[in-house]
């Protein structure tokens, strides 16, 4: 069975900091990439970060590059996927989705993160 899980999110100041988690469940999930997306009111859902499935690389959208970092632990049918974001903007308000970096067939229902200035 595919469930995504997402949560960790919350109401934190400009400058603060959050820990995403999420829990994949699901073959699907056990050999992929995986990713972060988010999608702010009233714009279209967007790339964050990712991670390869060894974990040996990861790349970040431009605009969190040096302020967010992805990682995984990969257990038998269930890919935990976290996400760390530290000096975070009111630009970075948005509902935060994990999901496969490509073919991204399954969506959570994700986790809201609401940065106040």
């Known amino acids: 069975q595919v469930q995504l899980v997402e949560s960790g999110g919350g109401l934190v100041q400009a400058g603060g900091s959050l820990r995403l988690s999420c829990a994949a469940s699901?073959?699907?999930?056990?050999?992929?990439?995986m990713g972060w997306f988010r999608q702010a009111p009233g714009k279209e859902r967007e790339f964050v970060a990712a991670?390869?499935?060894?974990?040996?690389?990861?790349?970040?959208a431009d605009s969190v590059k040096g302020r967010f970092t992805i990682s995984r632990d990969n257990a038998k049918n269930t890919v935990y996927l976290y996400l760390q974001m530290i000096s975070l903007k009111p630009e970075d308000t948005a509902v935060y989705y994990c999901?496969?970096?490509?073919?991204?067939?399954?969506w959570g229902q994700g986790t809201q993160v609401t940065v106040s200035s």
């Open positions: 999901t496969r970096r490509y073919n991204q067939d399954y």
């Open positions: 699901g073959r699907t999930f056990s050999n992929a990439d």
């Open positions: 991670i390869r499935y060894s974990a040996a690389t990861a790349d970040y």
